[in-house]
Each structure stands twice: as C-alpha cells, then as structure tokens.
C-alpha cells in the first residue's frame, strides 16, 4: 500500500494503473468505511481512499478542530483492508492558495442540514470536485449516512459531466442499530445507551407510513417531542421524497425519513427510506 502526500505523486502512481475507484473520507476511520472499501475493491484495478479533514465543510463553531486525525490507525485498517494507494494531503496542498472559486449546489444545498449548516454542502461539493480531478476515478462510493450529500453530489456528477459513477451504499450499523460515525466516540457512556433511540424513533416512522399513514407533520412532530422528552435537541425530522427531499405529496410512494439531532454536545444524523 503507498501512502502519499502531494498531489504530483499521487498522479504518478495512479499513472500505472488501467483504472481506479476511489473512496473519499475524513479519517478516523470505522467498520462504516470498511465497508465501502469491501463495494469499492471488485469494481477497480486501483482501490484509492484519501484522508482529509475539509475547514471548508465545517461552520465557525463546528469540531474541525478536535476532529479526531488518526493516520497512522487509519493506515494499519487500510492495509488490512486491501487498499492500494492512500492520498493523505495536508491543508496546503488541496488549498495551497484561498479557494476563491468554489462549487454551490442548487436549492438542495438551503434545506434541511444545509438550513442548520450554512455553506457545509458547498464545501462538500468544492472538495470532492477537487478530489476527482486530481484522482480521476471512475467509480467513487458514498454512504447513505449522509443521504442529503449522496443527493447533492450525485446531482452535481451529473450536471457537470464528469465521467464517473456513483455508487451508494447502506448505511451500516451497530448491533443496537447506531449508524456508525467517526463523531460517535464524542459521546459519553450513557449518551451511547441512548443514542439507538434515533434509529428506533426513525423506524417507527417509517413502519407507520408503511401501514398508510400520510400525515406527515405529525409523524414529524412526533418523533422531535419523544427525542426532545429524551433529553435531545433535534435540528430537524422530515419526511421528503427520496428524488429531491421535497415534501411529498399524497400517493408518493419513494420517501425518506431523515433526522439529525444533538445528544449532549455530539450531532448525530440518521434517515431510513420508506417504499411505502
């Protein structure tokens, strides 16, 4: 596995190969990527992950900070993992001058997290932009977990032509039905045994759109006032249309049920679609 750090390198070690799919994280790294790595490995000669902590997708009072950097565990779970080239950069090279050109979603970018988080989608955007010009995959894969992001970014492949497939996988989970996160580990021991209660919340939602229940505020509000009594502060719990995450109209049938809340100081998001 080569681990590498420029991105003249990095161009001159994916030169050798025929092609690659490429998985792009912040580090720190769970079972969650793993899993995308074990989608990515069969569909690639090259299996490319970078690791790179983005100031620009992260607001003022955000954790870009404290966010955990752990390159070199992440390296030993890469390695394990079958991966071929590591991309691990530092700041001034994915922005060795201020990023004055930028990429800005549509309308999508305004609603929901983008609503609670002002600029985090275009600084997704912009990153991974950069990110696949300077890898050309493919193929990259993304999680569910972050259901608006996978929307945003399949949009923006889209619209700009890029050569590249995008593939989403499902969210993977703890044993109690936790969606694994990196920001997990900021939770105490009893804010842990409680956090299954976001998922569970979630699920209950969508078994009663399941058995035909179209009143969509009020599966909402239902769920905010359990969290809330359960000592979260939710930003949002919203029933929208998997295409777009519009609100849906009656007879729609693809929906998604998304969620994200704070427990004690972690954020946690979460969304489980509902074919109803």
């Known amino acids: 596995m080569d681990v590498i750090h420029s991105v003249a390198a990095l161009r001159e070690r994916l030169q050798?190969?025929?092609?690659?799919?490429?998985v792009p994280t912040m580090g720190n790294l769970h079972a969650g990527h793993i899993q995308l790595i074990n989608i990515a490995k069969p569909r690639a000669a090259c299996t490319v992950v970078s690791i790179f902590v983005n100031r620009l997708q992260f607001g003022p009072r955000e954790d870009f900070e404290r966010y955990p950097r752990t390159l070199e565990a992440d390296c030993d779970k890469l390695r394990a993992a079958g991966v071929d080239v590591v991309f691990a950069p530092d700041e001034k090279e994915i922005y060795p001058e201020p990023q004055t050109y930028v990429v800005e979603p549509s309308d999508l970018q305004h609603i929901l997290d983008g609503a609670v988080r002002p600029g985090?989608?275009?600084?997704?955007?912009?990153?991974?932009?950069?990110?696949?010009?300077?890898?050309?995959?493919?193929?990259?894969?993304?999680?569910?977990?972050?259901?608006?992001?996978?929307?945003?970014?399949?949009?923006?492949?889209?619209?700009?032509?890029?050569?590249?497939?995008?593939?989403?996988?499902?969210?993977?989970?703890?044993?109690?039905?936790?969606?694994?996160?990196?920001?997990n580990a900021y939770l105490t021991a009893d804010e842990r045994r409680e956090a299954p209660r976001l998922y569970q919340r979630l699920c209950r939602a969508r078994d009663e759109l399941a058995s035909g229940a179209r009143d969509y505020q009020r599966i909402e509000l239902d769920v905010m006032s359990e969290l809330a009594h359960h000592g979260w502060k939710p930003d949002y719990i919203a029933v929208r249309r998997q295409s777009d995450l519009q609100p849906p109209q009656n007879g729609e049938r693809c929906l998604v049920v998304l969620a994200a809340a704070r427990l004690g100081k972690t954020r946690l998001i979460d969304n489980i679609e509902a074919n109803v």
């Open 16 to 22: 050798r190969e025929p092609n690659n799919v490429f």
């Open 120 to 183: 985090h989608f275009s600084g997704v955007s912009t990153v991974v932009l950069k990110l696949f010009n300077m890898v050309s995959p493919h193929s990259a894969i993304f999680g569910k977990k972050d259901y608006q992001q996978c929307l945003v970014l399949t949009n923006m492949v889209h619209q700009l032509a890029l050569p590249i497939e995008i593939i989403l996988a499902d969210t993977v989970r703890a044993d109690d039905g936790l969606a694994l996160s990196s920001r």
